[in-house]
């Protein structure tokens, strides 16, 4: 009878010490699958912020270029103006206009000035931006 009261309480041990892990391992699970649950949230986070990041950089620099463009072809333009505007008609040649060097050679550093002003405009936007 001693010996099945024995083996009894071995087989009751053993069960409530396999149910005992049982339990411990079900938690450990539901830890690791909240933890792997949080990394993924945080991934997901990380990876919009980036893709935010990236698009208001892309946003910037399409905003920088235009006005770069923007710059520079009002240059361009006002150089065309002013050399329209200081055409002299050629005495016996109807429709054909000369210009002279000197103001030729004016308006050709004025607009590399305009570019040179209009690309530290844009470095310095650059610089302030990021």
Do not use: H
Request: net charge positive; with cysteine.
């Amino acid at each position: 009878m001693l010996r099945i009261i024995v083996a009894l309480v071995l087989l009751v041990s053993a069960g409530s010490g396999w149910f005992y892990l049982d339990y411990l391992n079900k938690q450990e699970q539901a830890a690791a699958f909240e933890l792997r649950q949080s990394v993924e949230r945080s991934r997901a986070q990380a990876l919009a912020a980036e893709q935010a990041r990236v698009a208001a950089k892309v946003a910037f620099e399409a905003k920088l270029n235009l006005e770069l463009k923007t710059c520079l072809d009002t240059a361009q333009q006002a150089n065309t103006d002013y050399l329209a505007a200081n055409q002299k008609p050629v005495p016996r040649k109807a429709g054909q206009f000369t210009i002279a060097q000197k103001l030729i050679d004016s308006a050709a550093q004025t607009l590399a000035e305009a570019n040179t002003a209009c690309q530290q405009q844009l470095e310095k936007s650059l610089a302030a931006g990021m």
